[in-house]
């Protein structure tokens, strides 16, 4: 039998890349990783989820105390720099940095810091930042290199106040003004921090709707309140060119708009890491987006290489690589998987922040679904009226026979935690996943959690015979 340097190894060390690796350890395989920052964490811990969430903390924070009443008896409200909120992400950073790191030491996973691309099937050579290359073979590679921003070549990302995604966390100043090309998610995260701080925002969507895969009424309620926070969301719009000086950024849309600002953020798209491995030593090919194909175990058509991650694509989310990582390793070794695609939740930290899963009265109405709805607003819950953040709203969406539930849609306060509630009833088997739930069990009072029974009973109550 052919002895290699590993049983697993792993490109990466993103949410994707330190599950596959870990997972790998703990049962017993000898497992390395790859990685080309000089830091684990990958792109999440770095310049995606961990630093935009603290960033957005820190600014819902600042929010709080200017609109609190009991604060106006400490001072008047304030306004603090961009570089002052973002400050606390460093912080969190240097946290995840240390305990990610202690997870490969304590679990004899190796760390391999340099480039990694493919010699053959077996073998990855590791450019370190000193020029040595090192080889190194294992029986099975999984590939977690995770994704990039998008960058339209006649975009100049070199220019001071032209950044995206990732650059924006190097930002000096704090704008007045900043355009956001793009209002997928990460448009519209940014464009609520931006405007959390005061700064005026310009959010520019090419499709008709924000987040058009949302539910309908969560999509114009985010539109609402985002310009009810002062943003100008500009709908059907799209790029033509920028022309970027020292003393602002003009860009000019299809439609003849040209909007000025002091920066542009760019965030329509994100890439795969794909194009440095040498996939064709391996006999693999990227698609345009720099994605690669896998099937429901996440292997490649090279059966000993897996992929996991952003590099995959949809659903392109922390909380998802984690488990597609496990997935894949416990698939290395022949073991069943579970491949993630019905119920995964979304969770997009605007503010207020949003969070679903199941379906929406969209897909259930074009699949001929008969649904029934119930709805309770946080305004109406004694927690949201405590708490100050009445605004939002939980929708429950159930089958009116069964019962089953079968899409929850939450706009508002801990949208992204209350949801994983509703999620663990309907993913019951059977008569298991049933509205009835909350209506007979005890819910903590006052709760957001309660929004559940609210929504509950006043779902049961449309129906003629409950
Ligand atoms: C601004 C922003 C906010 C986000 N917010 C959220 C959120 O709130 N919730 C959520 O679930 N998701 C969020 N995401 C998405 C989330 O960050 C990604 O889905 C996640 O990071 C993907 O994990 P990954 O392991 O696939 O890759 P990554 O985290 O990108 O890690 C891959 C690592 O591999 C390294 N690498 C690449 N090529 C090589 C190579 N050839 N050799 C060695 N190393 C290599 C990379 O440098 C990187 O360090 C956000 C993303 C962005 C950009
Ligand atoms: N809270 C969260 O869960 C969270 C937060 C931020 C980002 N994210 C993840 O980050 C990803 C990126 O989000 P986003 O806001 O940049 O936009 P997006 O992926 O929603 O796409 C925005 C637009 O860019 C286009 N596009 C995407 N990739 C492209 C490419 N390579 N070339 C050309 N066009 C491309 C898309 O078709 C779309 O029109 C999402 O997949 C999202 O899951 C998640």
Not at 33 to 57: F, N, Q, W, Y
Not at 234 to 259: F, M, N, P, T, W
Not at 327 to 353: C, L
Request: with cysteine.
């Amino acid at each position: 039998m052919t002895s290699y340097d590993y049983d697993v190894l792993v490109i990466g060390s993103g949410p994707a890349g330190e599950s596959a690796a870990l997972n790998a350890a703990k049962h017993h395989q000898r497992a390395g990783v790859i990685e080309d920052r000089s830091m684990v964490g990958g792109g999440c811990t770095h310049r995606g989820t961990i630093p935009s969430k603290a960033l957005r903390h820190a600014v819902k924070q600042l929010m709080r105390f200017n609109t609190g009443r009991l604060f106006r008896e400490i001072g008047h409200s304030r306004q603090i720099p961009y570089p002052t909120a973002l400050s606390v992400a460093s912080g969190v950073i240097e946290k995840q940095v240390e305990m990610r790191s202690k997870f490969y030491a304590r679990n004899n996973i190796d760390l391999h810091i340099g480039q990694a691309c493919f010699v053959n099937e077996h073998t990855l050579a590791v450019r370190q930042a000193d020029g040595i290359i090192e080889k190194i073979t294992a029986g099975d590679i999984v590939i977690a290199t995770g994704s990039r921003p998008y960058r339209p070549a006649d975009v100049d990302f070199d220019h001071p106040r032209v950044y995206d995604s990732d650059t924006i966390l190097d930002l000096k100043n704090t704008p007045r003004k900043i355009l956001v090309y793009g209002a997928g998610v990460i448009g519209c995260e940014y464009a609520s921090i931006f405007s959390g701080l005061g700064i005026k925002v310009e959010l520019i969507n090419s499709f008709d709707y924000l987040l058009a895969f949302l539910d309908d009424e969560i999509s114009v309620a985010l539109n609402y309140h985002l310009r009810d926070m002062g943003v100008m969301v500009r709908h059907r719009e799209e790029y033509d060119h920028l022309e970027a000086s020292s003393s602002g950024v003009e860009l000019h849309l299809k439609s003849g708009k040209r909007l000025r600002g002091d920066a542009l953020l760019w965030c329509n798209g994100r890439t795969g890491n794909t194009d440095g491995l040498n996939l064709e030593a391996v006999n693999l090919e990227a698609d345009q987006r720099g994605h690669l194909q896998v099937n429901r175990n996440y292997q490649t058509s090279t059966p000993n290489i897996y992929a996991v991650g952003d590099v995959i694509g949809w659903p392109s989310l922390a909380s998802a690589g984690y488990d597609q990582g496990r997935s894949a390793a416990a698939a290395s070794r022949g073991k069943e998987t579970v491949r993630y695609v019905d119920d995964v939740p979304t969770g997009i930290y605007t503010i207020p922040e949003i969070s679903s899963v199941g379906k929406t009265e969209r897909e259930l109405t074009d699949a001929k679904i008969p649904f029934e709805v119930g709805r309770a607003f946080f305004k109406d819950t004694a927690r949201g009226q405590i708490s100050g953040e009445d605004v939002g709203m939980l929708k429950i969406l159930f089958c009116p026979d069964s019962l089953a539930i079968l899409g929850i849609h939450c706009f508002g306060a801990e949208a992204t935690e209350i949801i994983h509630i509703g999620q663990a009833i309907m993913n019951q088997k059977g008569e298991g996943n049933t509205l009835k739930y909350f209506i007979t069990t005890t819910f903590n009072y006052p709760t957001m959690a309660e929004a559940y029974r609210i929504a509950a009973h006043n779902g049961l109550n449309r129906l003629n015979d409950y």
